[in-house]
């Protein structure tokens, strides 16, 4: 697709442009959440979708670290921009921060170009929020032919009979669709509009899948909160958003048609069933090439959030800190993600996510 690719050379370009610096060995593999990080603040940038998770963990990290609980500086902890996960890649690839987060993973061959390492650290769904006054709330029941009819302005208000035969029981308004979607380069985008690709090819050929796209419709809106507080904010809107921050803003959350044909709610069953067909190998840098998720009662739209790191780091200093930081969110604080709607790693990819740091940066 016209639009991928677009990103894709985008990236390929700046890869000629990263700065190295000195060697790969400042990883410890024994000790990297040990002495003499006190004090080392570091940068995060990119994905709004892990926005909320991350600044919990950093919480957590600010006053303590490691299984040891120690007390650490305030000033030594996580500063995160959440500017989209296309700004995060570039900003990983530039060695402007010690990790870019990005919804989507880089191709295996583009990690190792660029001089990164690649790990998922956190799942979610992407749920599709509205305001409907008037109307029960999560009651809606949307298709992806629907959805791609929607955002390619063929479908225009609500008691359209596409929407009307889906919703049978439900009394949609004669109203106008307000639909918002993103402005900024987003994983959540590149994972809706795939859903969308996969039910539509008109989709598909006419505007594709990536993290930026040209909108035939739509109001745009920066990043997941954007969308989520223009969606209520506005009445007969619609958007997409991450599902903990949609739930926390209130937002009435559509059932969706999965690949079996059934109309899904998000719910942690419902993410952990579609994220059971992943499959991760280290080496290739936990890249997941896996389809639609096809489980009875999937949730039809996922998301894993991957950290891209430098493993010539600005700083190994700075850059250690982020590891402990990571450790301690993928063990000890793991239940966090839970509590905000998100699906932690399971155990056993946890110890991969360790092992491939010891491999690829305890050298």
């Known amino acids: 697709m016209v639009a991928r690719a677009a990103t894709r050379l985008l990236l390929i370009a700046l890869s000629f442009l990263a700065p190295l610096s000195a060697s790969a ?16 603040g570091f940068i995060g940038a990119g994905s709004t979708f892990a ?9 957590a990290f600010a006053t303590q670290q490691g299984e040891g609980g120690a007390m650490v500086d305030g000033d030594g902890g996580l500063d995160y921009e959440p500017v989209g996960s296309l700004g995060g890649v570039v900003r990983a690839i530039n060695r402007a921060v010690e990790f870019g987060a990005s919804d989507v993973a880089m191709l295996p061959e583009e990690v190792a170009r660029n001089g990164l390492i690649q790990f998922p650290f956190v799942m979610g769904g992407v749920a599709v929020a509205t305001n409907l006054p008037g109307t029960a709330t999560n009651t809606l029941r949307l298709s992806g032919a629907a959805l791609a009819g929607i955002y390619l302005g063929e479908i225009t208000r609500w008691n359209d009979p596409a929407l009307v035969a889906l919703n049978p029981d439900v ?14 380069g ?3 985008t590149y994972h809706f509009a795939n859903y969308l690709a996969n039910a539509s090819p008109v989709w598909r050929e006419k505007v594709g899948v990536d993290t930026l796209l040209n909108w035939p419709v739509g109001r745009g809106a920066r990043g997941n909160e954007g969308v989520g507080i223009a969606v209520r904010d506005t009445p007969h809107a619609i958007g997409y958003i991450e599902l903990g921050q949609a739930t926390r803003l ?17 719910t ?39 950290a891209l790191m430098p493993q010539r780091p600005r ?9 402990a930081f990571f450790q301690l969110a993928l063990s000890e604080r793991a239940a966090d993600a839970s509590t905000l709607g998100y699906v932690p790693l399971p155990e056993p990819v946890v110890a991969q996510v360790i092992a491939y740091w010891r491999t690829n940066l305890g050298r």
């Open 315 to 323: 700083s190994g200093a700075r850059a250690r800190r982020a590891l």
């Open 268 to 306: 942690r069953d419902s993410l952990q069933e579609a994220s059971a067909t992943a499959t991760w190998d280290p080496a290739r840098h936990f890249h997941d090439a896996r389809p639609a998720p096809t489980g009875e009662t999937a949730y039809p739209i996922t998301a894993t959030v991957y």
């Open 51 to 59: 926005h909320p998770i991350l600044i919990q963990w950093g919480r």
């Open 25 to 40: 060995q400042w990883f410890s593999g024994s000790g990297f959440a040990g002495a003499g990080l006190t004090g080392a």
């Open 171 to 184: 009394r949609l308004p004669d109203a106008a669709i307000v639909v918002v979607r993103r402005e900024d």
């Open 250 to 266: 209130g937002l009435s959350i559509a059932r969706l048609q999965n690949a079996a044909g059934r109309f899904i709610a998000p």
């Open 186 to 188: 987003s994983g959540t």
